[in-house]
């Protein structure tokens, strides 16, 4: 699994990043869902986004923000230890999750599925480990000529075509919305873990 390049990482820690994702992004991603209970974030970059989750839902009672790169590993942690015992950061294969199944009650996943290049695979084990009833909430940027140059570097990134998002998920065993924007920059899902 490839780390993050120096021009995201640059991008993801910034203060306009933060502002924007807490003020537009969020609210977006999230269509209206709410979050209970113990929360994963795949791929939580510097933890803006987990940040403004516990923020916005204090009755999540534990988040786990996770990344594959050290470096965004120590930015989330510095990010999120304001919030004490509520946050804990870690360093985690998204396709290789060492969770037991059915632990948490969301996964959120926020544009970071296509800096996995087995992305089904992440995909699948943020299923694995939601609890049956649970939510994976999230959007990714969808694979267009714009969104390739944007992320330069073809071998270190994996753009989702739009239609394969819901080509994987209906092999899940999950109930799914997929929207994806009309000018198919990005799509958004809300994916529920069937109750076994």
């Excluded at 989750?53 to 230890?81: G, I």
């Excluded at 940027?141 to 390739?148: D, K, P, T, V, Y």
């Amino acid at each position: 699994m490839p780390e993050m390049t120096r021009r995201g990482r640059l991008f993801c820690t910034s203060r306009p990043y933060r502002g924007l994702a807490r003020a537009a992004v969020l609210p977006w991603a999230l269509q209206g869902e709410t979050l209970t209970g113990h929360v994963l974030e795949i791929g939580s970059g510097s933890g803006a986004m987990a940040a403004a989750l516990l923020d916005l839902f204090p009755q999540v009672q534990h988040l786990v923000a996770t990344d594959y790169d050290e470096r965004m590993v120590a930015a989330a942690t510095t990010s999120l230890q304001r919030y004490g015992d509520r946050a804990v950061v870690e360093r985690a294969d998204a396709t290789s999750l060492r969770f037991e199944n059915n632990t948490f009650d969301a996964v959120c996943s926020f544009a970071m599925l296509h800096h996995v290049l087995r992305w089904e695979d992440a995909l699948r084990e943020a299923v694995r480990v939601l609890k049956p009833g649970g939510r994976l909430l999230g959007y990714d940027i969808l694979g267009n000529r714009a969104m390739l140059a944007l992320h330069g570097d073809k071998d270190d990134t994996r753009m989702i075509r739009p239609g394969e998002l819901t080509q994987c998920l209906t092999r899940l065993p999950v109930d799914f919305r997929v929207h994806q924007l009309p000018t198919a920059i990005a799509g958004r899902f809300v994916v529920t873990k069937r109750a076994t």
